[in-house]
């Protein structure tokens, strides 16, 4: 069963749904899955350019593929493209809503830290970079508890704990890259050893 749509689209729709995505940018405080609801609206039930069906299946690759989750966005596009026609449209379709909610970001983000990093004597910049250490800290800390809880009996499992704490030790106190000790991580596991 075929649930693509077929339909044309001329550079004013390109245009807006570039300008679209453009403006979800500035709304997705809490990553761009948080604006999904508005794009459902946008794409499904006002332009008409997606499906149910791919709408849901774009964000459910996307979050079940390794990655940052805001690939959904790039298929949703991919699908509007092909609805569209075809292949190159397709590519280009990815393109479009990918930029779109990209650039003001990265825009954003960018000046924030020039602007940080020309003004890095000042008592206040200093002050915001000495308060979020500790906080981006506890984050990390946090991100790979959550990622090692499938391994909670470290009886079992002392070797795999073992490794991450002397990772953790090498990085804090060692000028070991970063790279370097991903790789090895890789190997070992690669090996079944963790």
Not at 5 to 16: E, S
Not at 140 to 157: C, K, M, R, V, Y
């Amino acid at each position: 069963m075929n649930t693509a749509l077929h339909f044309t689209m001329q550079w004013n729709d390109w245009l807006d749904f570039f300008n679209h995505y453009l403006s979800l940018s500035l709304l997705s405080v809490g990553g761009a899955i948080t604006t999904a609801p508005e794009m459902h609206r946008y794409l499904v039930v006002q332009q008409h350019w997606l499906t149910e069906q791919q709408f849901n299946a774009s964000i459910a690759i996307a979050q079940a593929a390794p990655g940052p989750n805001v690939l959904f966005i790039a298929l949703m596009g991919w699908n509007v493209g092909s609805n569209a026609g075809g292949l190159l449209s397709g590519l280009f379709g990815a393109f479009v809503p990918m930029t779109g909610i990209l650039l003001p970001s990265t825009t954003l983000s960018y000046l924030a830290a020039r602007w940080g990093h020309e003004n890095r004597e000042l008592r206040a910049v200093r002050a915001f970079k000495q308060g979020m250490a500790p906080i981006v800290i506890a984050l990390i800390i946090a991100t790979g508890w959550i990622l090692s809880s499938t391994h909670s009996n470290p009886s079992e499992d002392w070797l795999l704990w073992l490794l991450t704490l002397a990772t953790a030790l090498i990085m804090w106190r060692g000028k070991v890259h970063m790279l370097w000790l991903l790789a090895a991580g890789a190997f070992l596991g690669w090996c079944g050893l963790v």
